[in-house]
């Protein structure tokens, strides 16, 4: 199965699309730019779910749902807002079909035009600040802790599965604060417990920052990301967390009582990741065999692969790994016993491999006069025989060893590939070759986009660990205070 | 806080929406039709959800995600189905709005038009079997099994909170077999899962049946229901499994080479509940002092109370409860110490009462002294003093006897409301009182075209376990094997 899939260093876009296709994770659909998300994709977007929501939980979030629509009057509220979405918009503008008088099929009825148009939601700030109106009306309300995981749509031209489409999934928080420094800290907060999510569950490292202001969210005073870096080394901004000040209060008129008895408008923060995420988890692990999975994050975690060759043998096979199943299960470790006839071991060996499972054990009559079972590793590709009766515990450690391991090898990757660069041509050499690169720059946004024209890197952003350091912008030659991270990007 | 709910047996549509509204379930949105869910109402849902996936999973089914849109060629494909729908569809046209040039604001983008107009789903049948054609070529790729949680918009004119709002949240399983008999016996499995649903987690008793062919999803071959009986007389369909037959198939061209090497259109089935359950929850089992939840579904089953004057006495109190709180976590149950300084005890206790947590527990100073514990029922209304050492042990039992004591009643009330009618007068006298009516039928559509023209009364279902019995419709007189269920509906 895994037979002619593309060679990253040939052709990455084809590798990755190929990847996305045959292991059965997505496909586009015949609405443009919107995908199907597979059963095996959708197990893996699932469990990534499972591991944000218990974390927003645990900082005290709650879920709630809003509309799918936006008024388009609501959107015209936050001047900045709109215009950073207005172009991307699925307008709904009637609400009823008839049958086509001229002929078959159906037709939109005209007299079902709506008085005001409704959006299909590219985000939802606008509608959820109309809500929190209602229910802020003294800083013993606030603060308001609420996160949807939602359906969103933004009308992009380029598409490209799981990475840019018409159609996503998401999570998207929104909470109200009684003050400036409660709304950064949240801010702050969610930042931190993406990157905790991306590096331990997805196993891949991330930089912390501020986008420049004009990579900001539309409508924020201050945008907080977390950027990985590809193995093609593109950088892939994998979350971002927004303080949006008291502008959609403002726009919404949404005023409280603080606690010195005077009205004042709320403060806000969102934040968000979405399936890009799958785009990221592909891209970051994976190889020319197929996907690598973290554990944390593998629908199956260990596939076993009975080797025999007759209904006796599997039999007997079969009887000795029942109770490692059980053993593996009752260590919360998800296990698929796979005996299906109808394929060979060799087609099951290229097909888990494909699909990134992260431990195989193949069993066969041999082993079973030995008391012994085949490991093999998919991170690694190696095996190793390994005595059967204590092989759940083994499996336990090792799927930690893996975890740890994937991480480690995309640090060192990520470390390999970041660029300290302190000249011009320095810079445009570098670029080509990908990877990150550290920078002086002027600050300004004239020299970003000179920069961006020239090069199509853009500035992924400015670390929150960036130290203060005198130096001069790698572009202008004007004074810079700290180094930024310059990356082409997905 | 429940001061001023309406009652019940006064006005019961608008204890309905109070009661939603001031337990913090949901609210209408400025959008029409569409609402929001809140978080206290949200985490109920969110409970109905993970038992439900897990009952999808533990029946062999995967979570997938198919798009939001549906081009209006593919809805035009099923007749039936693109008549059901049509009259109630949103239909996207354009894809961007601009700056209006005469003056402030949005406008859609004239040029932005759509060649093909987009229907947002108000069900996936078409989406996914246009998916299933590329993914189905022989008896091997079959029986696929999918289901899918996801927001759907069918333009209703007359909405109610929850229970017919134009946005909605459902699941909808979405299954195709490579013979008809097996495609049966999923719907049939899919209708007992949501039956078990209703009774062992809703504590909702359902009479399990199929719709007549007027009542039937446009589309659908035979469609199966459940129905239950809310407490104003008035029915509540609560879940419905389609066989689809081929006809979804053949409209999509999705043929398979069947066991016999022949080519062969394939058989489906689809199956949803959706949001709506929220509204019968709400409706089978709750009074005029607020909600009243079955314990497995309750986002708070325990709620403790400490009654305190003093910063040292709560200290006291609180010292004595962590263990228990500890004891009650242990066990798996859901539990929340309200020590908040802001509310009276009083005002808590009309509040969980309220919001339906099916056990309050109070400890002041003399429960301390004395080693107990005052133990309150949300089902009954009833208090006990309880020795506190043995309390969570003690809770563990009344959870389960308050989730059978809330079914026993609903059952007692549906069986007190269901009435055996043979004559026309009586059907006429009964209906007006409410409840299920267990009649003959003629079979015919007139006859139920008539029957519902007259009283409003519909068809709800012919009962799976019916015995045959002959009669006399009890509209027109002609002969009948069996008895149906009539009853006004919401």
């Known amino acids: 199965m895994s037979k002619g899939l593309p060679k990253r ?27 199907v998300i597979k059963p095996y994709g959708f197990a893996i977007w699932e469990k990534m779910q499972r591991a944000l929501d218990d974390m927003f939980k645990a900082t005290g979030h709650q879920n709630a749902y809003f509309p799918l629509f936006v008024p388009r009057s609501f ?5 900045e807002h709109a215009e950073g979405f207005a172009k991307e918009c699925a307008v709904v503008t009637h609400y009823r079909l008839k049958a086509d008088p001229s002929g078959k099929g159906l037709m939109v009825d005209p007299d079902s035009k709506l008085e005001e148009e409704l959006i299909v939601r590219p985000t939802s700030e606008t509608v959820i600040w109309n809500a929190y109106k209602n229910w802020i009306q003294s800083w013993r309300d606030l603060p308001i802790l609420i996160n949807q995981w939602a359906n969103v749509v933004r009308w992009e031209m380029r598409t490209r599965i799981f990475l840019r489409t018409t159609e996503f999934l998401w999570q998207e928080g929104h909470t109200a604060h009684a003050t400036e420094q409660e709304a950064v800290a949240e801010t702050e907060q969610m930042l931190g417990v993406y990157a905790d999510f991306a590096e331990n569950w997805m ?13 900001r969210f539309a409508g924020a005073v201050e945008t907080y990301c977390i950027e990985a870096l590809m193995q ?16 959609f209060a403002r726009s919404f008129d949404v005023k409280f009582v603080n606690k010195e008895n005077q009205l004042e408008f709320a403060w806000a923060t969102s934040w968000g990741v979405s399936t890009r995420l799958m785009g990221a988890l592909i891209m970051a692990h994976s190889d020319d065999n197929g996907l690598v999975l973290p554990p944390k994050l593998a629908p199956i975690q260990v596939v076993i692969v009975p080797i025999y060759k007759t209904e006796e043998d599997l039999r007997k096979i079969s009887e000795r790994i029942d109770p490692i199943i059980l053993e593996l299960k009752a260590l919360g470790i998800t296990v698929k016993y796979d005996d299906d006839d109808k394929q060979r071991s060799g087609w099951k060996f290229a097909e888990y491999e494909l699909k990134g499972v992260p431990v195989r054990l193949a069993v066969g009559m041999r082993d079973l006069e030995n008391g012994t079972v085949e490991v093999a590793r998919r991170d690694t590709l190696t095996k190793e025989s390994r005595p059967i009766e204590s092989v759940a515990e083994y499996i336990r450690g090792l799927l930690e ?24 041509d320095e810079f445009k050499e570098q670029i080509e070759k990908g990877g990150f690169i550290s920078a002086h720059w002027d600050g300004t946004a004239e020299t970003e986009a000179k920069i961006k024209e020239e090069t199509k890197a853009t500035i992924r952003c400015v670390p929150l660990n960036s130290i203060e350091e005198a130096g001069k912008c790698v572009y202008s030659g004007k004074e810079s205070a700290k180094r930024v991270i310059f990356a082409r990007a997905y």
Chains 1, 2 share one sequence.
Not at 411 to 420: K, P, V
Request: a negative charge; glycine letters at 8%.
């Open 9 to 35: 260093s040939e052709n990455y876009p084809e590798w990755y699309n190929e990847l996305v296709k045959r292991a059965g994770l997505a496909e586009n659909s015949a609405v443009r730019g919107c995908m």
């Open 232 to 247: 093609d080394g593109r950088a892939l901004q994998a979350g971002t967390s927004h303080f949006l000040g008291q502008n």
């Open 203 to 215: 196993a891949m490292p991330v930089i912390q920052g501020v986008k420049t202001p004009s990579e």
């Open 401 to 424: 060893e893996i975890q740890s391991n994937i991480y480690a090898r995309a640090m060192e990757f990520r470390e390999a590939n970041t660029f300290t660069v302190d000249s011009w």
């Open 75 to 79: 959107l015209e509220k936050e001047e």
